[in-house]
């Protein structure tokens, strides 16, 4: 019999390399519920529709309550990273030919190497590169006229041979498309089975090598991303019984898109599932008290981190995707192969390395028991103690013994012993974290001591005591449920559409209502796209912003420009905020130098749909009968501790004998004084000596180092 009224649950499902995680918010009572299962890298959509499953049973709820979903998925991600790119064509304008080869050059290991200066591969073959007659300059006049001949050439010769995804970028097509649309246009006519990306919708931004390889990993990843949504929303239909619901996919930017948008833009979900993280740890922080925060999202293939400044994570547009450039507006976030499944080796050196190649999901570390021959970052864990024989509350037992014997054998080849191999992985592993760390922050012109360490995820806070140590920071906040704050960070998230128009102008002679003018076709773009998403009007929000630079200058600062008329005192408002974030970022600004002229170049607008957040839920205190003992370690009642076991958290002390708490008993003003481990459903966080943790009122474990 069907019930009178059905339930209003919002859902986030985050997918990662070893666990798919999700949260669900009754939207009428506020009740939250988490959950976890195992990914299937064979089938993310398995994995998917198993998460949905799993956490409609805790809530006693089925398909039909489901209001939406938001989804942050690694889709875009994996296709660059493990090079399952199909096979791509290339169209550009005629005589450049060779853009790809412009490139940017680094030097990714010192000046030791046999070689100096790298460029990244070609994404597309020299021989699938086309070229198009026709030419615009910089201000977008047509210097030559479009040739269709050379398109229709171009497109039977793709045609031909089977190329399918196309990427097309023509000279200058920011200031005007007019050439590019026409491309478009004979490709659909001639060559309809092509996916094909056009430059000045993907990024109408000036530069022309990081424009043509934007537009091309649109396009490489077009096809993976459109299947999978499609194959995603089929499942979702059927589970929730033929209702069409919300389905919105995380964004690089921050924000979400409906997945029928998506799949037109699907090089904006390249970092989907870290920006989730980062959105939802900010929140977190934010309702903590925090302004400045540094988050470490740690899996079991990687670990993500960011900069939170003031409840808002930094942006950039100076990403890249494994060795792929992309210049789309993304949450400033550096990955490193730092996760749980980080594989411990020896270099032909004799030096114990970690990472970044992963044991991920399959087979996973040895203590999986799934065929794994490696130990890993977990092992080391599990052969220490510090973390128990079993993840997620007991449902996945983890065979200790098998993950001893390969520390066992990866010591004898360092000639230590297991614990001071075991505690050499972890001790790596934390140092690459700190310099990942170090990366987002420090060479940033950031103090990285007036800093909070958010740690989330499965393997995020196993190494938090580490991290606030050789960083000398200011502490670490572990979140309630820190295993799946990512998909909380999904519940979280408006809808965010970016939209740029290059303009580049000295400011003592730019165009006022040129600026304006932009400015507005901008915004209406934006409202469009808003508009399709179903926000009236009156919900629209527009942020304008404008990348600026000191003439002479490579690369651009991008300040608030707020909405307002454009004129003389405006601009020179958004100049003054240019030089006070010249000065922040890099110690110096030539504010009061009249030979150093200010030059605009990008104008954005980004159009948001603001959504309803679930509200953080308060934790309850101790009854006034039953107050925290006053003992100096620790300071929780003795009934709240769950067991105790042999941890080493230093291999020349050894294992010592420490209390092991069950997080779900804990209460708001708590604390616990180190050695010890606090253990829930999905993460662990080992309390070493000369630490302590406070539970603020939220659930937070706060933890600082104790003064010696």
């Not at 649109?218 to 979702?236: E, G």
């Not at 730092?338 to 032909?348: I, N």
């Not at 958290?649 to 092991?660: K, Q």
């Amino acid at each position: 019999m069907a019930r009178a009224q059905r339930r209003r649950i919002r859902i986030g499902i985050d997918t990662g390399g070893t666990f798919t995680d999700v949260v669900a918010v009754d939207e009428d009572s506020g009740e939250l519920a988490t959950t976890k299962t195992p990914s299937t890298p064979g089938n993310p959509a398995d994995g998917f529709i198993a998460g949905l499953e799993k956490i409609l049973s805790v809530l006693g709820a089925d398909g039909q309550d489901i209001t939406a979903v938001s989804h942050g998925t690694t889709v875009a991600t994996n296709t660059l990273l493990e090079g399952k790119v199909e096979r791509l064509g290339f169209v550009t304008t005629e005589g450049y030919e060779f853009v790809l080869e412009i490139a940017r050059q680094a030097v990714p290991d010192g000046y030791g190497n046999s070689y100096f200066w790298v460029k990244p591969p070609r994404i597309v073959a020299a021989d699938h590169v086309r070229t198009v007659g026709g030419r615009m300059d910089f201000e977008g006049h047509e210097v030559r006229p479009f040739d269709e001949d050379s398109a229709v050439a171009a497109a039977t010769w793709f045609r031909e041979r089977g190329v399918t995804t196309i990427g097309v970028c023509l000279l200058h097509s920011y200031a005007n498309d007019a050439h590019e649309l026409a491309v478009r246009e004979v490709l659909s006519r001639e060559h309809p089975e092509a996916v094909v990306s056009i430059s000045s919708e993907v990024l109408r931004e000036y530069r022309e090598y990081e424009r043509s390889m934007t537009t091309l990993v649109d396009a490489a990843v077009k096809p993976a991303v459109s299947r999978y949504v499609s194959n995603i929303h089929v499942r979702l239909d059927g589970f929730t019984g033929g209702r069409t619901i919300p389905f919105s996919v995380m964004k690089s930017n921050g924000g979400v898109l409906s997945a029928d948008e998506v799949v037109h833009q699907p090089i904006t979900t390249v970092l989907s599932g870290p920006a989730a993280g980062a959105l939802g740890a900010a929140l977190i922080a934010r309702r903590a008290g925090f302004a400045k925060i540094l988050t470490c999202d740690g899996g079991g293939t990687s670990t993500d981190v960011s900069v939170v400044l003031d409840g808002e994570p930094t942006l950039t547009t100076e990403g890249t995707i494994g060795a792929y450039p992309s210049k789309i507006p993304m949450i400033d976030v550096v990955t490193v192969g730092a996760g749980g499944g980080s594989v411990a080796w020896v270099s032909p050196e004799g030096a114990l390395k970690v990472g970044p190649r992963s044991a991920g999901a399959d087979p996973g570390p040895l203590c999986y028991g799934a065929g794994g021959t490696e130990p890993t970052v977990t092992d080391a864990h599990v052969v220490l103690g510090r973390i128990p024989p079993h993840l997620l509350g007991g449902e996945i037992p983890l065979d200790v013994d098998a993950a001893r014997r390969g520390i066992e054998r990866l010591a004898a080849d360092l000639h230590v012993d297991v614990e001071r191999c075991a505690t050499g992985i972890l001790e790596i592993s934390a140092w690459n974290q700190a310099n990942a760390l170090r990366q987002v922050s420090v060479k940033r012109g950031l103090d990285i001591r007036d800093f909070v360490l958010t740690t989330f995820g499965g393997s995020g806070s196993l190494l938090a005591c580490r991290l606030v140590d050789v960083l000398d920071l200011a502490g670490a906040v572990v979140p309630r449920d820190p295993g799946t704050v990512s998909a909380f960070g999904l519940l979280t998230v408006d809808v965010r559409n970016d939209y740029v128009q290059t303009l580049v102008a000295r400011h003592a002679s730019l165009d006022h209502p040129t600026v304006e003018k932009v400015f507005d076709e901008l915004t209406a773009r934006a409202a469009t796209a808003l508009d399709r998403e179903g926000f009236a009007r009156t919900d629209h929000d527009y942020v304008r912003t404008a990348d600026l630079r000191y003439f002479g200058q490579a690369y651009e600062v991008r300040v608030a420009a707020a909405p307002g008329r454009v004129d003389e005192a405006y601009a020179a408002a958004v100049a003054d905020r240019f030089h006070d974030e010249h000065r922040s970022l890099y110690g110096y600004d030539f504010r009061d130098d009249p030979r150093q002229q200010v030059e605009w170049v990008n104008l954005r607008v980004t159009g948001v749909g603001p959504i309803t957040r679930p509200e953080l839920r308060l934790l309850p205190g101790r009854p006034a009968s039953s107050p925290p003992s006053a003992t100096a370690r620790p300071a929780v009642d003795v009934l709240e501790r769950r067991s105790t076991r042999a941890v080493c958290f230093d291999a020349d002390a050894g294992y010592v004998p420490t209390e092991v708490y069950w997080r779900p008993d804990l209460r708001a003003d708590d604390t616990i004084r180190g050695p010890a481990v606090i253990e829930e459903f999905g993460s662990t966080v080992p309390v070493h000596p000369g630490f302590a943790v406070r539970v603020d009122p939220y659930g937070n474990l706060v933890v600082t180092k104790e003064e010696p």
